[in-house]
Every structure is written in C-alpha cells, then in structure tokens.
C-alpha cells in the first residue's frame, strides 16, 4: 500500500535550478586527460552525455556525477561538474545518501556490469526498489576490464577468460529483467554507437522522477572486442534491433516484416507481421502498471542478441524514497519545534 | 556519576564505594557499617534499616519481564533522589527456550545516597521467579545476601530442567543465604481473579508483583510506575488495570504479612545541584548527535542498518527527525556509511552507528572518507566478538580494528566515552573533530554504557559550543586561477575546504585513487604519495586534544591507574577502596585514544608503575608501550561483563603491596575470576 504523501508530481529535475547562459559541450569537459584505451566505447558515452546536458539548461554546479570501481568508473573526473570516484560497488549508496539530502542535485551513478551486478548487486536493487531520484547509466561491456579480461555477471556461459580458461560456468544476468524484478520505475537500454537513441534515452532518464536504470551496450576493444558487433552492423542491425516508440506498433526488420505479440501466460514473442496481421502486434507502452510486460519484452532476445529490444521498457510514476524521507522530516518539523532543551530534558526530572 | 567525571575528576566530597554491605537480618550476625535500625511507626512488626547503598537484581526467563522490572525500579529509585547505575545482562535469543539456564534475562541496579560510579559487583538482593534464575545468578550473590524466590516456578519439572535433583529450597544448600519464598505466581493469580483475566494472562503480571514488593521493602514513590502503566497500556485498559493491580498486590504482600521483618530505607543522594534525568548510553548518544546537528547548524543524516547492541541510537534518531535528522535504514552495513558519506559530500553532518561486525564491513568506506577528506562519525557500540560473539555482551576489543582496521596508511581518530551520560559530551566532541579536522572520526561506546543507565545533570543548552562550519565558496587555485583545488589545506588544521555540490564555480572531483597535493587530480607521483600519506597522518596527529587529568587525593601516589572507556566506573570504585584501606593510587582515564593527550606520556613518566585493566587483551597497552616506550600492567579480563570493583581494587593493593607476582596479570590473558 502506497501513502498518499501530498507530493506534487513533479520531475526529475523539479528541484534543479537552471540557466539560461547558453552552454556547450565543452562547457563539460574538465581538464583530465581522458585515459581510456583507443577505441572505447567509453569515449562515444563521455560524448554524448557532454553534447546532451547542454540541452538540460540546468547549471552545472548543480550536477554530481558519482562512480563506482571499473573503467566506467573514471567518467566523472572527465566531466566539469561535481563528482566522486567512490569504492567498488556502492555509488549507489553514496548518492542514495546525497540525492536523499540534496534535492537541488541532479545526481548521476556510473558504473559497469561488475561493478553494479556482482559487488554491488545488492545496493542497486535497494536503489531501484526505493526509487531514490538519481540516474545509473551500466556500461555493460560483459568483461572485466580494468582487472584485465575476467568473466563479469554479464559474460555467456562457457565464456573463456583469464580466470576461466576451460569457459566459465556462471549463468549470466540480463541486467533489464532484474532492474524490473527489483521495482524499477525506468528501465532503458542503449547502445553505445547510437548517440541518437542514447541521447533519448538520458533525456527521458533525466526528466523521471526516480530511479531511471539505463543498460548501455558498450564496446571493450581491449578485452571482449565486438560483444555487441551484431548490432552495429547494418543489415544484421536491421534484423536484429527492435525500436520501441511510445504509441507505436512494435515491428522490426529492414521492410518491418517483423513485429512483436502476445504469447502464452504474460510473455511476448517475435512473429512475421504478414502472418499475424498488423493489428496482432503489440503497441509500445512503457507507462504500463504491471511490470510483467516490460519482463517479457525484456526477455525477448538476451545474451544471444538475436534479438535486442532498444528505448524505454518502462516509465512509471512511484513514490520516490528520497521525497518521502524529506516529507517526513518537513512533517516532522512542523508538527512540533526543534526545541533542544526540551528534547533534553525529557518528560520525567527530578531537581536536587 | 555524573556528567564526564572521567574529563574533570571531581575532589572532595568522596565517600568509599564500602565493600559490599548486604542488608541481612540473621540474628546474631554484626550489623553491617552505615546502617541504623528503627522500627517503623507504621507497622509495628517492621524494622526500618537505613543504608548508604544497595545492589539489586532481577533474574527471570527472558518471557518473565526482567528488563521492565528493573527500568521501572530505576526509575522509582531516580524520582526519589538516589544516584543509580544498572546492568542489564539478557540473552542474545529473543526467547531462549523457556525455563532454561540460556533463556534467563537479569537487570542489576545499583542506588545509593551518594555518588557510586558502577553497577555493583555483587547483589544484596536477588529477586528470582525461577529455578534457572536461581542456579545461574546465585553465584553471584555474598553468603548473607538475600534471595526473594518465586516459589511457584519450582516444579520438579523446572528444575530437573536445569539440573536440580532436589529442591534448593530444601535440601539446605541456600542455608547462607536469607531467603524469602513467595508464591509470586499464584499470589498475582489470586489478586487478579474477578478482573475477567485468563489465568495465564493474570500469571503474566507476576512481576509487577515482584516490583511491588520491592518497591514497599525500599519505601520507593510508587506514582510514576502507576502512571507509567496506565500509558503503556492506554490502549489495553484490562491489561494496565491487571499489572496495576498485580504491583499493589505485591506492595499490599510486604505490608501485611509477617514475612518481612525488615524493610530498608536509602536516602537520596547529595550530587550536585541541577535538573537530572535518566539516561542510557545509546539515548545519550542519539541527543548528542541532535545537539551536534543544532550547534553546527547542519542537517544530520544517519544511515545505519540493524545490529545489537547499537540499533538503538538508529530508533532513537528517528523520532528526531523534527531536528532536521533523516535517518536511512539502509539495505547492509556499508549502504548505511555509503549514504552517511554521501550525505557528508553533500554538506550534511553524516553519521552511522554499528558495532564491531558492522565496522569490519564499512573499513573501505572509512577508507575512502580518509581519502576524501569529508567529516563522518562512526559509531561502534561495541560487544563481545570475534564475529558474531556476543550480541549482547560487553568488551573493549575493537580498539586496534579503530585505530588500524583498513588497508594501507589511514589514520582516524579515536575517541570512547566514559559513562551512559557522557556518551552525550563524547558525540559533539566527536563531531567537533569531525567538522574541523574534515575527517571520519571514531567514537567507541560499549554494551556496558549503551544500555546502562544513570542520572544525568541535564546540561544547559546555551553552554554548548558553536560547532558551525564554513563552507568554500570562492576559488582557493594557488596559482591564481578561477579554480577549486580541493586538497589545498588550512595551514593551522590541515583540513582541506569542504566545497559542497551547487557551489558556483567550484566544480571537482574526488575520490580513492591517490590525489595530488593541493591540486588534487589523480596522482602516482612516489614523492606525491609519501608527501600525502604524512599529511594525512600529520593532519590526526595534530587535532587539538584536552590534557588528561590525574586524580589523586593525597597527591603522593606512585601507581597510577590508568583506564579507558566504560571500565571508568570500576576502575574509579576500586580506586575508592584502596584509598579507604589507607593506600595511595592515582587515576587517569582517557577519552581520547587516537590523538593521545599531549601530557600523557609525561604522566606515564611520572609513575613507578601503571596499571590498565581492559576488557580485551592488553591494546591500549600494546599501543602506549610502543608510543612511550614506558612498561605498562596490563590486567585484562574478556568475560562479556565489565570489571566489578573489588576484583581490580585487589589487583591494585597487591600492585601497591608488591605482593603481585610479577608477571601476574601482566598480559596474562588469564581470565580472572573476581575475589572477594
Ligand atoms: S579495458 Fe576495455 S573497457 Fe576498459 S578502457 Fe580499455 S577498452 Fe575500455
């Protein structure tokens, strides 16, 4: 049961004051030198997200970037705005701690697939099921690099790695379909060489009041070269990428010949839409209740990338803890003073 | 005691904590010192004996309603005047199995006409409402002690489950003892009949009947009980009804029976003048980090998660949250410091309470506070370990993880407090450290002070300190350009500028990896590395800490006892008594443990011997041996419960006497049992 807190419906940048000096993207960039290694899908994300903010129009003092541990992880001393590189794992901790507390902030979690679903699987389940206000974009390069070529929970069964030279045996996560298992209210996937769709994506992730968990495919040249080729090839991009469009019928394929139906108990599958009829397929709606239909359009596809749903899986409004919280203390404060000598005191004295 | 004592030991006034002078009325016996009879007008069958002092604890099944008794009774004994200390001592298992040894729960209190500084070593009185109670407390108590018993418990059942073969009660071996039985069980039942309560229920009162009784043998106020169970059970009018009636039922008993030849009489106490009220540690602690939150002017954020003995200070904070505090549960140990950090970053007064598990799982955490340089109160309530230990048992054994638990060169300071009361003054010194040196900091409470009581002297909020702090808002670029460095330092504190997040222009980064001086972006110089390891260590080296204080009445002693933490109170009691029995010894106790005071290896110096009794084995020892280089006693004692007074004043005399062989509680790691 949800309490009707009386909170505005407001997004998620309600709180963050703006300007109008007009900005650029180099108005983000910091003086770090970027140290990523030749070629890194990194590098495409860093730019994207510098030629994105801009149009947010938010000042930049106000923007906090926190990372975890990881290759990823070094994305906040690029960018000149706040930020902390933290410990393995617990960036969303951290910003749970700072988006709680300052809701002015406009607070971004960086992290990867190590990083946010081995050791720190358990903060960004709690995060999502809280719906703190802030953003974790996963750099899912399904490797370790930084620690040089492990397995990660993303990396294929039978995966051969340093530390796995007979393949690995560990069944790999599908980071969407345990973002909605731990209640996320926005869950999105996007690939890095797609500054369009990515651009989108953080846009929509930027305005949600909430958690917004946004899966990017990322390129690791170094360790796991062309994880996600497939997709970024033309004619097997065109089979294989399924667009989402709010309001849209969901169909694939060079000529759209493909589109996505209902099947079974809940699930969705993929079928020729001259089969089925067009108005059998599906029309994308992400602002569904039930999260069991951004589940199914998350399982479509997966690890093999066969099939790679991409956009917005879902977008929906809940109560987000850190408005909660701070309802709470304004409540709080307003049902009675902060009278200290009274707290100290106490209800039961005795003078001598 | 009251208020630090431990900071400022108070002169004068100082009467002997006197070996333990149980209130027995065996014929032919010598009265015990301090007491005077009288036979009490109201009822001509009753004497009236007046003591300086009593012990007295309530031993149950952890289902009998021990912990309440004892509270409730504290309570009377505070709003009559006494000065007080309690023990609470309960099983880790919410119900143990009933009737057990492991199940049973026992509350101690202390309550005297003067100023007593621990809980007492032994009982006068021990209120048992079973077998088991009776077989694990009666050790404890002195032959001539007196035993109230619960006699309807004693079933064959019940004690054949604790391993009596015949009844103590019968089989002569409590002969040493005086010893009242009373059929609590089925005298609650009695009382209760007609109110429409099931017999079960009614039986369940059978405490109150015991706080009656005592309350009428210790002539205590009884209108604050009577008031208080008609508001804890506002919403259940039977059940308030039945336990009033069950407690008048117990204080009627005393009255009119003949059983009780003797009822006792403790006048209040002479402290100091003010405004007092009970405390606990942990509540202490909680008003603490409100005030700290107040004086700085800061909103406060605790995040926290779940853990005995220290979950307290989390349900405590967040009725608070009027004082700007929120609190997050959060989903582990390190989630709680992650956010309490995080909070910090933003500009909040980040805190987070646990104990020594929770500790070992925040280390990174605290790591990266010292990396990042942000200020941070971290809380260790600490108990028995290694692991999980015990829960709910008392020890001083995570000082070295403090000072040293997290990888490579990360110093924090360290400081514990003293007593329940002072758990409060000990948070915003913490927090000043905190916020003026930008640093996590350490605070070290245990299970002794965390969920023992005493009388505090209610301080005046317009003595606190203005804790406020400056945030940056100006570019600090030492070569002159429009940019933040974050690492640039205060040349008097060493802190760097705490530029928080919406500051214009001030934009940064920071984290773990390694920063390069001033500047501050991410640096592997070698020199750079060395050069920031020692300003980090020079930065804690250098906090502004008080001196210590050396009580010592007479001013010629050569030993000096020297203590830490919670052990203030037997420690100071043991002092009393080799002072009474003609001997000189002097006492110092620290608060701050990392930096040390300035003066404290002089004073070290200045003894021929000093003495440390820890609760662990020997690590406060360890650390002044290879700072000072001066030798130390270490007496060490891990038993889960703090040091009782006559046990450390027996290590001192012979200490003083030279009667101590020498290696004998030098690190012995022996478990000691007291002797008295
Ligand atoms: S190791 Fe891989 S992920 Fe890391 S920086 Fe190099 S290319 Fe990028």
Redo the contacts with the bound molecule.
Sequence with gaps: MSIDLGLPDLGGLAEVPTTDEPQKAKDYKSDQEVR??P????YIVLNTMQSFLPTLGLKPENIVFVSGIG??SRFPYYMDTYGMHSIHGRAPAIATGLATSRPDLSVWVITGDGDALSIGGNHLIHALRRNVNFKILLFN?R?Y??TKGQYSPTSEEGKRTKSTPMGSLDHPFNPLSLALGAEASFVARALDSDKKGLTEVLTAAAQHRGSAFVEIY?N?????DGAFDVLKDKDEAARRIIPLRPGEPITFGPESEYGVVRSGFAGLETAKVFEIGLDNVVVHDSTVADPAYAFALSRIGGQDLEHTPTGIFRQVARTTYDDAARAQVAQASEAKPADLQALLRGNDTWTV | MHLAECQQHRQGDRKAETVTGAPVQKRGTAAPMSRETTTSPANATTDVTKLDRVVIRFAGDSGDGMQLTGDRFTSEAAAFGNDLATLPNFPAEIRAPQGTIPGVSSFQVHFADYDILTPGDRPDVLVVMNPAALKSNLPDVPHGGILIVNTDEFSKRNLTKVGYDASPLQDGSLEPYQVYEVGMSSLTQGALEGTGLGKKDAERCKNMFALGLLSWMYHRPTEGTERFLAEKFAAKPAIAEANLLAFRAGWNYGETTEAFANTYEVAPAKLPSGTYRQITGNNALAYGIVAAGQQAKLPVVLGSYPITPASDILHELSKHKNFGVTTIQAEDEIAGIGAALGAAYGGALGVTSTSGPGVALKSETIGLAVMTELPLLVIDVQRGGPSTGLPTKTEQADLLQAMFGRNGESPVPVVAPCSPGDCFDIALEAVRIALTYRTPVMLLSDGAIANGSEPWLVPDVTDLSNLSVEFATEPNAMDGSDEHWPYVRNTDTLAREWAVPGTPGLQHRIGGLEKADNQGQISYDPDNHDRMVRLRQAKIDGIDVPDVTVDDPEGNARILALGWGSSFGPIGAACRRVRKSGMEIAQAHLRHLNPLPANLGRILESYDTVVLPEMNMGQLAMLLRSRYLVDIRSYTKVAGLPFRAAELAEVFTDIINDTRPEGSGEADHVLTEATE
Excluded at chain 1, 39 to 42: A, E, L, Q, S
């Design positions: 990523w290694c070629g890194c899908g990194d290759c990823s390069n490797i690099g930084l990322q690791c040249p170094i360790f796991n």
